[in-house]
Nanobody
Framework: AVRLVESGGGSVQAGESLKLSCKAS????????MGWFRQTPGNEREGIAV????????WYAESVKGRFTISQHWGFTTLYLEMNSLQPGDTAQYYC???????????????????WGQGTQVTVSS
């Protein structure tokens, strides 16, 4: 079975950085879509960064573009999200997601990703 475990969240001051990790198992990354999503209370879960391993294309939400970087360490099957210049608005529960056998592309939609981690909390204070 697919298993995703996030780590690296925590509380930081505005302007600081954090790097989230997602250890994945139970599937191969060969043609998978992998992404990071986040959610705050009362709001929909939104995609913030997605990588398409069919084309190597990377998508970022406008709110994090230029500040966040998604990457993977293939040897350890780990997905990363480097977050720089964090702002209070980035405070949220962050989730790792996998779409092992995409039928089409890697659109950042929660309904298209069948596998999710438990989430890790990121809190940014001003």
């Amino acid at each position: 079975a697919v298993r995703l475990v996030e780590s690296g969240g925590g509380s930081v001051q505005a302007g600081e950085s954090l790097k989230l990790s997602c250890k994945a198992s139970g599937f191969t990354f060969t043609r998978a879509c992998m992404g990071w999503f986040r959610q705050t209370p009362g709001n929909e879960r939104e995609g913030i960064a997605v990588v398409d391993h069919n084309t190597d294309a990377i998508w970022y939400a406008e709110s994090v573009k230029g500040r966040f970087t998604i990457s993977q360490h293939w040897g350890f099957t780990t997905l990363y999200l480097e977050m720089n210049s964090l702002q209070p608005g980035d405070t949220a529960q962050y989730y790792c997601a996998a779409y092992p056998f995409p039928r089409y592309g890697c659109e950042a939609r929660t309904d298209l990703f069948p596998n999710w981690g438990q989430g890790t909390q990121v809190t940014v204070s001003s």
